[in-house]
């Protein structure tokens, strides 16, 4: 991880690629029905949907976190690097360089802030010396935790306590890393924030994201690609930029009108035009 | 009249009459009062990384002493019975691990603690499979620990203190500052904090939970033979001594399941408090025999006031 020297990208071979999992929890509640997705190496790629469309799911699927909650991949393969990596635990897949930054920053909050990101190295063998460099390349991108480095983590803001589990992740050197909706509880002006640097990471250090978001605005400007999640499937994906002009999710994720205001009338009798699930 | 004076006022005045029988007290009181503190530790550590109330931690004691009075009595050397006690404690650890907790991980906290009392129920099977039921002398003195004691002469009385009970609380300073250490400032230390603070964020950043928890229960078997070891000096080895087990209850109580500290501070107070109560209190006033039940009544008064104990974690909570 040296601030200059981004690897350059091997777009020929995702990074990470998702064939139709199906993942199922306590034995009966199916979740996700076959969803497909693949990240390329160095890239921003976003999953996008509502709550309970599976996109944290999903990615708890890739990270092998769903074990915790008594989910299970029924079906389908993940690959990460080539590698069929179902059967690994956690501890493997981070030494690996997949970490997932779980969804409502999860720090410890008894732990130092300093404490917290010391925690990401757990994995690593490369001595001390090697993730003091760690640490203050985190400070660098973080300079906010530098000053609150020794205030217990649960005493700190939401948006450092976010910073903290990012900075956290990067500690452990990971090739990819897997944001569970960064933006949630945030400011937007700490939305924005927090992607910059996610962009920068991306840029400098030449980690890959999968992130998943509801703020489908913010997500669709930083990464490059996105999917969107219904109810357990992937009713769409596409280039960011494509997504962003597509009118369906205009209408549907952003907010924003077709032509002109629609009159109340129309909203009345207002229904669904999922014309990608018919 | 007659009895306000004596609760409130007698007690005190002999205090001060006789304030070298009053030392002598309350030493005896910090002596087993850093009995409790140990056990103490031991349930603390385990219920911090893993939210496991063990049951087993009491017989683990035993099973210690045992194993140490054991092997020496096979032949081993007391200075090579410690460290291979220490070996038979990481195994065990390493089988709790694997047979116990392995399999139930995720199971409601109830389930666990469950398992703990199988544990219970396998080590002391185990145990006088092994190495017989009866009662056994603790190696002390071949241990290198001194046997006699001190009188010194404060206040123009007289107060004896027996070696082995300084060695006792020296020793187990020594083994609750390394442990303070460890916690604090290394990176397993600080996995299992972590751990106890959200389980599942410690799995996402790669802790792996068979390893820390190998390693806590190993931490609680080291305790465990230290505790064997000085409690079996005071009254002897045998399976008796697993209700000492229960004395931790109220000290967790009072200290808070969650805080080292708690246990120490915990365990030093229901000790102290619990001799000078029997002796100036319990034994005038109640007929005696008030040990077996003031740390409990203590620990309940404590819990009305303060329910997360004294020292107990504060849940941080944002609003």
């Known amino acids: ?278 | 009249m007659e009895s306000l004076h004596s609760i409130f006022v007698a007690p005190f005045a002999d205090m001060f009459a006789a304030p070298d029988f009053f030392l002598q007290v309350v030493w005896e009181g910090l002596v087993s009062g850093v009995l409790y503190a140990l056990i103490a530790l031991g349930f603390v550590l385990i219920y911090k990384s893993s939210r496991i109330f063990n049951f087993a931690q009491g017989i683990m004691v035993v099973f210690a002493a045992l194993t140490l009075v054991g092997l020496h009595e096979r032949g081993v050397p007391a200075l090579l019975a410690v460290p291979l006690t220490l070996v038979v404690m990481f195994f065990l650890a390493v089988a709790i691990e694997r047979v116990v907790l392995r399999p139930l991980v995720n199971q409601p906290d109830i389930i666990l603690f469950m398992a703990t009392i199988g544990v219970t129920l396998f080590l002391i099977g185990l145990g006088e499979t092994i190495f017989g039921g009866e009662n056994k002398v603790m190696i002390t003195s071949e241990l290198g620990i001194p046997t006699g004691s001190w009188i010194m002469e404060p206040f123009g009385g007289f107060v004896s203190i027996e070696q082995k009970d300084v060695t006792a609380v020296v020793g187990a300073v020594i083994l609750v500052v390394a442990l303070l250490v460890f916690l604090n400032k290394s990176k397993m230390g600080r996995a299992i904090r972590a751990l106890g603070d959200d389980h599942q964020a410690a799995l996402s950043v790669g802790i792996s939970l068979s390893t820390i928890w190998v390693l806590v229960w190993f931490i609680a078997g080291i305790i465990a033979l230290a505790t064997g070891i000085v409690w079996g000096a005071r009254a002897g080895v045998s399976f008796a001594l697993e209700v000492i087990a229960l004395k931790a209850l109220p000290v967790l109580m009072l200290g808070g399941l969650e805080s080292v500290t708690g246990a120490i501070v915990g365990g030093l107070a229901i000790g102290i408090l619990e001799k000078v109560f029997e002796i100036y209190w319990g034994q005038p006033l109640l007929g005696g025999n008030t040990e077996a039940w003031f740390a409990y009544m203590l620990a309940l008064l404590v819990l009305l006031v303060r329910p997360q104990g004294l020292f107990g974690e504060k849940i941080i909570e944002r609003v």
């Open chain 1, 1 to 278: 991880m040296t601030p200059t020297t981004a690897p350059v990208p091997d777009t020929a071979k995702p990074i990470l690629a998702v064939n139709n999992i199906e993942v199922i929890y306590d034995h009966v509640i199916l979740v996700l029905k076959g969803v497909s997705l693949s990240v390329p190496r160095g890239g921003i790629t976003a999953i996008l949907g509502a709550n309970g469309a599976g996109k944290t799911t999903t990615l708890k699927a890739i990270s092998n976190l769903l074990h915790a909650e008594r989910g299970e991949v029924t079906k389908g393969s993940i690959l990460f690097e080539g590698q069929e990596v179902q059967s690994l635990s956690p501890n493997t897949l981070v030494r690996r360089g997949c970490i997932q930054v779980m969804e409502g920053r999860h720090c410890f909050g008894h732990l130092s802030v300093e404490d917290n990101l010391m925690t990401g190295a757990f994995t690593r063998k490369d001595g001390a010396a090697a993730i003091r460099d760690d640490l203050e390349l985190v400070y660098q991108y973080f300079p906010r935790l530098r000053e609150r480095r020794t205030s217990q983590a649960g005493y700190t803001s939401g948006g450092e306590q976010q910073m903290t589990a990012i900075g956290r992740a990067l500690m452990s050197r990971p090739k990819m890393i897997l944001l569970d909706e960064p933006s949630m509880g945030l400011a937007p002006q700490l939305v924005e924030e927090i992607f910059e640097i996610v962009k920068k990471l991306n840029d400098e250090q030449g980690v890959s994201f999968l992130l998943a978001e509801q703020n489908t605005n913010v997500a669709l400007r930083y990464a490059k690609y996105g999917y969107i999640l219904e109810s357990g499937r992937v009713v769409l994906d596409g280039e960011a930029k494509a997504l962003r002009e597509n009118d369906d999710v205009k209408e549907f994720y952003l907010g924003v009108g077709g032509e002109g205001r629609k009159s109340f009338r129309d909203v009345k009798h207002y229904k669904r035009r999922k014309r990608w699930l018919a």
